[in-house]
RNA sequence: GGCCCCAUCGUCUAGCGGCCUAGGACGACACCCUUUCAAGGUGUAGAUCGCGGGUUCGAAUCCCGCUGGGGUCACCA
């Protein structure tokens, strides 16, 4: 069983664009964990990189957030004791502690310029050598340093990584992985124009706002001796580390534009629960046993481990995505439903903005029937827009059934004509036994007459079951399209 | 290229030395239900567990090598 101290996760990304699902699974693994060991989720924007500042995508990425309901616990606007949680605010908190470093060695002042550096890595690759800072101010005289930084020069301050030995990586999922200090660099940490850097922000947010658990992408395995390493020179007692698995595209490749949406609030747009999204992301990487696939938000809560994340990547498939969301649509109640289809319906103008009672009302008399042929909520708009806009235009040999010709099928939907606007009881019970004695009466299959009265009422051949379809259409809108289907049999 | 991670049906995965003639789910296909399409039900196909060596009475499971895929080598995160 689960480790039950509180555990306190974040949730730290640059708000450099939209969340995509593999960083909402990340989200969602942190959300469980705090929510499971009555910890908290923390909310921590990464911006310190003032060249790649996204106006608006602070707002984006927590609009995200709320449309999942991974609400934080701390973090920008509602605040928390380890504040402020916005990253560039900080700068008075990493300045001093910058400075201690320095103080006590851990890092040192470089002057490098980058063209230097630049001149660097090409000496080394031309050697065949790999890249990578020469570590040339490490050495620096006090003397020097102290003039370089009297004449104004620009400088960083970077890691001394030790040039012996190695730093062991606990990662929960894959045990111990060593890396050789050789192999290191002595990266930036705080930059030239006062900023730290990841390496430097990321490790001592974590440690001063008492992070228990860090769950991050697997890329940044790399670069985690250096963390490791931070933690070391202040004696700070790391966190838990895990570095969940990537999610891929169809092809299995690292998710992008390509394959169609991979922003969680496209998703949403496009007509995918929340609940199936939720449990469609937990079991991309993780399980809880051989067989449970459908989990509700308190389960979940309840089941996750990170012990059970597996540490190999995974593609999200939008197949599977499409039977859960299907799934739950039907768990949910044909009103719930109407409302929930209705902004649709809004914007492909079936209905007005907003819809008037009258059309609320149908609405809620379509739901039923097309509620088991969701995928998507979006698919409520060519799902019922029959029930709105006559065809335009019939398909010939979808009207004319297989063995009758024009000449039989246009008389066929002459007597429907005649024995339909007779009819005085218009709903289900009504139409079925009178449809089926016209078709006896006529001497041709049932489902032939259903089939050539549907694509006249519809305009489709795939459509809900005949009788309920005309029952909500209505005898008016029924009769005035059989007529206009019947014309076109010329 | 160096370093690091990963490797079971098309996909998500179960499996943590014998229960595996490798289980489940999505997808595919077939059948049933049925006025069409869905939904639902039943069933079929689909992995010689990437390859090669070991260890062991016994390996998908442990070890080594190889191959393949991915990540990372920035004053970006």
Redesign the pocket.
């Given at each position: 069983m689960p480790d039950l101290r509180p555990a306190r996760t974040r949730f730290?990304?640059?708000p450099t664009g939209f969340v995509h699902i593999g960083s909402m699974r990340t989200v969602l693994f942190d959300w469980l964990l705090a929510r499971q060991t009555g910890g908290q989720f923390i909310l921590r924007v990464?911006d310190?990189?003032r060249?790649?500042y996204v106006p608006g995508a602070e707002e984006q990425l927590k609009a995200s957030l709320q449309m999942m309901g991974f609400q934080w616990d701390e973090g920008p606007d509602v605040g928390g004791p380890f504040g402020p949680y916005r990253e560039s605010e900080r700068l008075p908190i990493y300045h001093p502690l910058a400075a201690e470093m320095e103080e006590r060695g851990i890092l040192y002042r470089c002057f490098?310029?980058?063209e230097r550096?630049e001149a660097v890595?090409r000496e080394k690759q031309a050697r065949?050598e790999?890249?990578?800072?020469d570590r040339h101010c490490r050495n620096l005289s006090p003397e020097d340093r102290a003039a370089q930084q009297a004449a104004g020069i620009?400088s960083?301050l970077r890691l001394a990584t030790p040039l012996d030995g190695e730093t062991v990586l606990h990662d929960v999922?894959?045990g111990p992985?060593?890396?050789?200090h050789a192999?290191l660099?002595d990266?930036?940490m705080i930059?030239?124009?006062g900023?730290?850097?990841?390496?430097f922000?990321?490790n001592v947010d974590d440690h001063l706002m008492e992070i228990t658990h860090v769950l991050r992408g697997?890329?940044?395995?790399?670069?985690s001796p250096y963390h490791v390493l931070l933690y070391q020179f202040m004696g700070w007692e790391q966190p838990v580390w895990v570095h969940v698995?990537?999610v891929?595209g169809t092809d299995?490749?690292?998710l992008s534009k390509r394959h169609g949406a991979t922003a969680i609030n496209e998703f949403i747009e496009r007509g995918y629960l929340v609940e199936a999204l939720t449990n469609c992301l937990a079991?991309?990487?993780?399980?809880y046993?051989?067989?449970t696939?459908f989990m509700t938000r308190e389960e979940l809560i309840e089941r996750f481990s990170i012990e059970?994340i597996?540490?190999?990547?995974?593609?999200f498939?939008h197949?599977?995505l499409?039977?859960f969301n299907?799934?739950y649509i039907?768990q949910h109640t044909p009103q719930e439903i109407a409302g929930m289809i209705m902004p649709y319906l809004e914007k492909a103008e079936l209905v007005s903005t907003p819809a008037t009672p009258e059309q609320q009302a149908l609405v809620e008399r379509i739901v039923p029937l097309i509620q088991?042929?969701l995928q998507t909520l979006s698919d409520a708009i060519d799902l019922s827009r029959f029930f709105f806009e006559a065809p335009t235009q019939y398909v010939r040999n979808d009207l004319v059934p297989k063995k009758l010709d024009v000449a039989t099928t246009k008389e066929l939907l002459q007597h429907a004509y005649t024995t339909l606007s007779g009819l005085v009881t218009w709903d289900e019970e009504g139409l079925?036994p009178a449809l089926r004695d016209l078709a006896e009466q006529r001497g041709v299959k049932?489902?032939d007459l259903?089939?050539a009265l549907?694509v006249a009422a519809t305009g489709s051949?795939?459509?809900?079951?005949?009788?309920?379809t005309l029952a909500v259409l209505g005898q008016a809108a029924t009769l005035e399209r059989l007529t206009v289907a019947t014309a076109s049999l010329e």
């Open positions: 730290a990304p640059s990464e310190t990189d060249k790649r490098c310029t980058p550096l890595n065949r790999p890249p990578g800072y620009p960083v999922l894959r992985i060593t890396f050789k192999v660099n990266p930036v930059k030239s124009d900023f730290p850097t990841y390496a922000a990321a697997d890329e940044w395995i790399a670069t698995p990537q891929l299995g490749k690292k079991l991309v990487g993780w399980g046993d051989e067989t696939e059970r597996s540490p190999n990547g995974g593609v498939s197949d599977k499409n039977w299907g799934h039907r088991d042929r079925e049932a489902g259903f089939m549907r051949k795939a459509t809900p079951p005949l009788f309920q």
